[in-house]
């Protein structure tokens, strides 16, 4: 992106903190923002989006619907931006999205020493031990540096009032970590993109060592590790670009075998117990949708209510 579309993306994701939230406070009694109504939907959602068959689609249509708050809300109409991390795989920092720069997504946190390890405890998914980045604290740099999160935790102790619910303002915070890293490295996209069918595909985006989804968030620490409300921090929207263009990638190698593609059920690990997902499976968007739509019209970037590809 040229520095001009930069500075006008970041001054629209900024935009969405002034506008009031579409959630009720009996719903998401913390939300005060346009931006807190993203978090707050993937805070209720987070139980049947991930490590099954639903996290892909809404994922997809979740970015779609955050480009479009984008535009018609705050008036950007330039690219949309994602984060290819393989190239910056040896250290995050060399990435100029985290140079702290005005045209950055700010810095690594404040560094806080002397910590213990991170311990990721996602329902239903094996823990993952994530030792201390070069970070910790509040970010150093850049646009988001005096912005506020105000939902959750949710994972991460101590949590937040209302079960992550309520108001609870307090500073992005990042921890970034070369060894998590490591993991972004291109030959595990390789292996992501050599993925037989859709089902192989989400499970080695998310494998515990060398999933390129999970480890994305684990390098950048912070909120990053909490699941349920990781779109907290906005470099978030980059890297779930980067995975719906591995997505779109994989796809188009046989698009035609592969865009009407399904698998798993729609809760995580199956517990509780739910149906297969089909195309005709409803995903609820909260506020930012006027109702469930079906996987159906998130499948492809080309057709349906999209009409876009990446660079």
């Given at each position: 992106m040229e520095e001009t579309d930069r500075l006008n993306y970041?001054?629209?994701?900024?935009?969405?903190?002034?506008?009031?939230?579409?959630?009720?406070?009996?719903?998401?009694?913390?939300?005060?923002?346009?931006?807190?109504?993203?978090?707050?939907?993937?805070?209720?959602?987070?139980?049947?989006?991930?490590?099954?068959?639903?996290?892909?689609?809404?994922?997809?249509?979740?970015?779609?619907?955050y480009t479009l708050a984008l535009q018609d809300e705050c008036d950007y109409y330039g690219p949309v931006p994602y984060w290819d991390w393989s190239k910056f795989w040896k250290d995050p920092?060399?990435?100029?999205?985290?140079?702290?720069?005005?045209?950055?997504?700010?810095?690594?946190?404040?560094?806080?020493?002397?910590?213990?390890?991170?311990?990721?405890?996602?329902?239903?998914?094996?823990?993952?031990?994530?030792?201390?980045?070069?970070?910790?604290?509040?970010?150093?740099?850049?646009?988001?540096?005096?912005?506020?999160?105000?939902?959750?935790?949710?994972?991460?102790?101590?949590?937040?009032?209302?079960?992550?619910?309520?108001?609870n303002p307090r500073c992005i915070n990042r921890d970034i970590s070369k060894l998590m890293a490591g993991n972004s490295r291109?030959?595990?996209?390789?292996?992501?993109?050599?993925?037989?069918?859709?089902?192989?595909?989400?499970?080695?985006?998310?494998?515990?060592?060398?999933?390129?989804?999970?480890?994305?968030?684990?390098?950048?620490?912070?909120?990053?590790?909490?699941?349920f409300v990781s779109p907290s921090d906005p470099i978030f929207w980059l890297h779930h670009g980067m995975i719906d263009y591995l997505w779109s990638v994989w796809q188009g190698q046989d698009y035609a075998g592969r865009r009407d593609q399904v698998w798993g059920t729609g809760t995580i690990g199956n517990i509780p117990p739910s149906d297969n997902v089909t195309l005709d499976t409803l995903i609820n968007f909260e506020v930012l949708s006027d109702g469930p739509r079906p996987v159906r019209e998130f499948v492809s970037t080309i057709e349906g209510p999209y009409c876009y590809v990446y660079e």
């Open positions: 970041i001054k629209a994701v900024q935009c969405l903190y002034t506008i009031d939230a579409g959630f009720d406070r009996e719903t998401m009694p913390g939300a005060r923002s346009r931006y807190d109504d993203f978090v707050g939907t993937h805070l209720l959602q987070t139980p049947s989006i991930h490590f099954d068959g639903l996290f892909l689609a809404f994922h997809r249509h979740y970015l779609h619907q920092l060399q990435a100029a999205v985290l140079d702290g720069s005005d045209t950055s997504f700010g810095s690594d946190g404040e560094y806080i020493p002397n910590r213990n390890d991170s311990i990721v405890k996602f329902p239903h998914a094996p823990e993952v031990i994530i030792p201390p980045g070069t970070g910790g604290g509040c970010l150093k740099d850049g646009p988001f540096k005096d912005y506020k999160m105000n939902l959750g935790p949710v994972l991460l102790e101590p949590q937040g009032p209302d079960g992550g619910r309520g108001f291109p030959s595990n996209l390789t292996k992501v993109l050599a993925a037989k069918d859709l089902g192989e595909f989400n499970l080695l985006i998310d494998d515990a060592a060398s999933g390129v989804h999970t480890n994305g968030h684990f390098q950048l620490g912070g909120i990053q590790l909490d699941p």
